[in-house]
């Protein structure tokens, strides 16, 4: 079975430094990988998705992600931080064929000091 | 410009009292779901339905029960309720099936059982 696993539960970083959350997943076939972003109180949003193609994708807000294959990896990163964005980060996976039902990892609350 | 809905927000229930969360959404969605979250678990699939009439069971089903009767909305429903089921829901629906198509998600209902 797909399962995700994020690395780190907790990042905290000083504004305009640069921030990477790690995230792995277990697959032994095809899958499509995503990122969304949680704000307090709120719903999650879509940051990025990898389906196919180039193994760098570009997402909102300035993140960007690294699709390894080799490594079962998808790490989530972003050049400068700010403080908006103090948020908690979901990784997500997702089998190509069968049932496709989204996997998420467990979360990692970023924290932006000023 | 809705999207996916859910009501209520907030509820305290006691417990072995019922209750049903309501979602809709005004997109022409397929596919809907309902999820679960709790500290240091990310988001866990209850229940799924890839479409009017049809319903499956997710990563932890036991004690929620859904139906899809129209495409707008997908109830779920708690019929005994449980501490163990104090948690925050999130809907979420996509375009269809294929799980490549960005999910979008409710803004939560948060839920507690004494």
């Known amino acids: 079975a797909q399962s995700v696993t994020q690395l780190d539960s907790q990042v905290p970083v000083f504004e305009e430094a640069p921030v990477e959350l790690r995230c792995n997943y277990s697959?032994?076939?095809?899958?499509?990988l995503f990122w969304y972003v949680q704000y307090p109180n709120q719903g999650l949003q879509l940051l990025l998705k990898?389906?196919?193609?180039?193994?760098l994708v570009k997402g909102i807000n300035g993140f960007e992600a690294e699709f390894n294959k080799s490594q079962t990896s998808f790490h989530l990163r972003k050049p400068s931080v700010h403080i908006s964005d103090t948020a908690e980060y979901f990784c997500?996976?997702?089998?190509?064929?069968?049932?496709?039902?989204?996997?998420f990892g467990q979360g990692t609350r970023l924290t932006i000091n000023p | 410009n809705a999207g996916v809905t859910q009501t209520p927000k907030f509820q305290v229930l006691k417990t072995g009292q019922s209750m049903t969360l309501q979602c809709a959404q005004d997109?022409?969605?397929?596919?809907m779901s309902w999820y679960r979250q709790d500290p240091g678990m990310g988001l866990r699939l209850i229940h799924y339905?890839?479409?009017?009439?049809?319903?499956d069971q997710g990563e932890v089903p036991n004690g929620y029960n859904v139906s899809r009767s129209t495409t707008e909305d997908f109830p779920l429903r708690l019929l005994s309720a449980a501490p163990s089921q104090t948690s925050v829901y999130f809907c979420?629906?996509?375009?269809?099936?294929?799980?490549?198509?960005?999910?979008?998600f409710g803004e939560g209902s948060w839920l507690t059982v004494v």
């Open positions: 979420a629906s996509r375009i269809s099936a294929d799980s490549g198509n960005t999910i979008y």
């Open positions: 697959s032994s076939v095809s899958v499509y």
């Open positions: 990898y389906l196919s193609g180039s193994t």
């Open positions: 997500a996976v997702s089998y190509i064929q069968g049932a496709q039902k989204l996997v």
């Open positions: 997109m022409n969605h397929e596919y």
């Open positions: 339905s890839v479409g009017a009439g049809i319903t």
